[in-house]
């Protein structure tokens, strides 16, 4: 055998100096998890003792109001919660896991009450975390952000000064307190004033959150509940700016439009202006209200009376303005004949009555003008040539006279009775006005102390 066959024969049969690799051990902590759920059963309440209640500890705090919906009466809240229990088949010793003290473990893993929101109408988009935290003296913690879309009876009658308490209550769904009862982590006191998480920059502000324990007794038996009220208040000035100060102002214009003169048109097109004004800026605002099913909101009272008031008060300028020009009408239609045997039948004895048939009205008197008089006039100076007529050119010459006499005296008289009557349509006028502001400050007073004591409450 050479040599060399020989040196590869002994290295071949030599041992090897290096170890074989060893099988990775467990984690302590893969040890401890192992062992809390190698006999864990998590249908099953976890007390050694099955007469002794599981104490579930409930605390949350307000994040956020994310919406309102009158219509639906249903709230959206943003809460942080917490929930905490004693489950006495997680318990260890850390001295025996190199002091481990607090692990996570699956939420699925685990029993978990069954803790529900008596109020939830709708699933909200919450985060799904899978983990609780466990402690050596085997207490959980439950911590997660929830949005809770629940069930509340929302006052809508204030609009917007109003003011909403929602509760969220907190129950076991099949447990009794027997088995399963609840306490709060916090006091009352400090859960109450906690607001420093709350977004304090939208259009809620929540005020306090007072809670209460107390005991629903259902068939025989008595379940365990928490009540959280959560009291919020509106911030109104959004919808005071654009609703209330420019449904204001407009008011405002058309009881400054009283002070145009009644006989003018131009009062009763300015309120029309205001009224189709008014009428566009409802339309336009409808979606800024909140559309209730159960009552309507004193905001929309409000709306309502004052298009009910910008009607009246062109109506009433319609009437004024009708009672002015319903006079001319009257004045065109009188004759001149009336006219003086109204007021000056006692200076006409001297004549008889068929020398006043002539008489032309008012109308025929317009139509020929002084043109008709004088070239009478002339026609029967020249006629006096003629002794056998003179006797009745002279009567029918003084019957012209007296006739242009009385019509010049009766215009003078019809335009004071004209500024008469434009006297008392000013006075049924300013009656009128004084009337309407009377109306109109009393149903300013009455939406104004209406929504300072809902405010209040």
Request: with cysteine.
């Amino acid at each position: 055998m050479s040599p060399i066959l020989s040196l590869l024969l002994l290295l071949v049969s030599a041992p090897s100096s290096e170890p074989l690799p060893e099988k990775p051990r467990r984690s302590t902590l893969n040890q401890l998890t192992r062992t809390l759920l190698r006999n864990y059963n998590s249908g099953v309440r976890p007390v050694q003792n099955w007469t002794n209640p599981t104490i579930v500890y409930i605390d949350f705090i307000v994040q956020s109001v994310l919406d309102v919906d009158g219509q639906t009466q249903k709230v959206t809240t943003s809460i942080w919660y917490r929930q905490i229990w004693k489950d006495e088949f997680l318990v260890w010793d850390p001295a025996d896991f190199d002091g481990i003290n607090e692990i996570s473990l699956s939420l699925d893993a685990i029993w978990v009450p069954d803790i529900i929101i008596s109020e939830f109408v709708d699933v909200g988009r919450s985060p799904s975390l899978p983990y609780v935290y466990v402690n050596s003296s085997g207490m959980v913690k439950n911590y997660k952000p929830i949005q809770v879309v629940s069930a509340c009876y929302l006052e809508m009658y204030a609009f917007p000064f109003d003011r909403q308490n929602c509760t969220l209550t907190f129950r076991s769904w099949l447990h009794t307190v027997n088995e399963v009862d609840l306490v709060l982590w916090r006091s009352t006191e400090e859960i109450a004033s906690d607001t420093r998480e709350f977004m304090n920059n939208g259009e809620w502000e929540l005020l306090s959150v007072p809670s209460r324990y107390w005991r629903l007794h259902m068939e025989d038996r008595d379940y365990a509940q928490i009540q959280f009220n959560v009291v919020i208040r509106r911030r109104p000035l959004l919808y005071v700016v654009s609703l209330l100060i420019p449904s204001i102002f407009l008011m405002i214009v058309d009881v400054i439009s009283f002070y145009l003169p009644p006989n003018s048109g131009t009062r009763i097109t300015f309120k029309t202006s205001i009224l189709l004004g008014y009428t566009v800026f409802r339309v336009n605002m409808t979606d800024e209200l909140p559309a209730t099913a159960v009552k309507t909101p004193l905001i929309g009272v409000f709306f309502a009376v004052c298009m009910a008031l910008l009607v009246l008060s062109l109506a009433k300028s319609i009437l004024v303005v009708k009672l002015l020009h319903h006079n001319e009408k009257e004045m065109k239609e009188m004759s001149v004949s009336a006219c003086l045997l109204d007021k000056y039948g006692s200076s006409s004895q001297s004549f008889n009555e068929s020398s006043f048939t002539s008489v032309k009205t008012l109308d025929e008197v317009d139509k020929w003008g002084s043109f008709d008089f004088d070239f009478h006039l002339e026609e029967d100076l020249l006629s006096l040539c003629e002794p056998q007529d003179m006797v009745l050119q002279l009567e029918r010459i003084l019957q012209e006279v007296i006739s242009l006499k009385y019509y010049l005296h009766q215009m003078e008289s019809d335009g004071a009775t004209e500024m008469d009557w434009l006297a008392l349509c000013s006075k049924v006028d300013r009656f009128l006005f004084h009337l309407y502001l009377l109306i109109l400050t009393v149903y300013s007073s009455t939406i104004l102390l209406l929504w300072i004591s809902w405010s209040s409450v």
